[in-house]
T-cell receptor, first 109, second 113 residues
Framework: DAKTTQPPSMDCAEGRAANLPCNHSTISGNEYVYWYRQIHSQGPQYIIHGLKNNETNEMASLIITEDRKSSTLILPHATLRDTAVYYCIALPGDYKLSFGAGTTVTVRA | EAGVAQSPRYKIIEKRQSVAFWCNPISGHATLYWYQQILGQGPKLLIQFQNNGVVDDSQLPKDRFSAERLKGVDSTLKIQPAKLEDSAVYLC???????????FGPGTRLTVL
């Protein structure tokens, strides 16, 4: 299973876009990139996933590089409620989630 | 749509005691998961059920942990006897099927003294 690398923490300003990087240089062709987040004292919440193409939904956008070795999760207009730990996961064929330490994102007013 | 329900939300026990956690998944979800999340770490999968059968329990410490999902709906996770290192949040998740995104409950925070 591919390992992902994320910065341990990052700050962003309320109302601005938050760009969360993730490296997955050993990802294989059939592994999807999944993003979940975990707000304090809650269970993780699915955000978005993609394989090769960029994806967008009501929560975020996912940009995957052409070589698939890295990706960026974009929260277009961060709010205080987006403060959370964000997990980037390279999902293997059995779809089992393997969570790392994630990135702690703090949105500041 | 109701989410994944877990109870209790908090539990404090002494080491060597027994404890049980309950999970009610989203209606109609075939796949149910239990995770353990130690403070400062990401969740770790303990066991995965597909309907009422176990798909993967390779990370479950079977000498003290057990889980069941009778009738393919609710599930219970039991620890007997508890150790100090079992202090963690126990998360239940469900998904429509094994290849779908997972929906997590709020978790049960266990403290073992």
């Amino acid at each position: 299973d591919a390992k992902t690398t994320q910065p341990p923490s990052m700050d962003c300003a309320e109302g601005r876009a938050a760009n969360l990087p993730c490296n997955h240089s050993t990802i294989s062709g059939n592994e999807y990139v999944y993003w979940y987040r975990q707000i304090h004292s809650q269970g993780p919440q699915y955000i978005i996933h993609g394989l090769k193409n960029n994806e967008t939904n009501e929560m975020a956008s996912l940009i995957i590089t052409e070589d698939r070795k890295s990706s960026t999760l974009i929260l277009p207009h961060a709010t205080l409620r987006d403060t959370a730990v964000y997990y980037c996961i390279a999902l293997p064929g059995d779809y089992k989630l393997s969570f790392g330490a994630g990135t702690t994102v703090t949105v500041r007013a | 749509e109701a989410g994944v329900a877990q109870s209790p939300r908090y539990k404090i026990i002494e080491k060597r005691q027994s404890v049980a956690f309950w999970c009610n998944p989203i209606s109609g979800h075939a796949t149910l998961y239990w995770y353990q999340q130690i403070l400062g770490q990401g969740p770790k999968l303990l066991i995965q059920f597909q309907n009422n059968g176990v798909v993967d329990d390779s990370q479950l410490p079977k000498d003290r942990f057990s889980a069941e999902r009778l009738k393919g709906v609710d599930s219970t996770l039991k620890i007997q006897p508890a150790k100090l290192e079992d202090s963690a949040v126990y998360l239940c998740a469900s998904s429509p099927d094994w290849y779908n995104e997972q929906f997590f409950g709020p978790g049960t925070r266990l403290t073992v003294l």
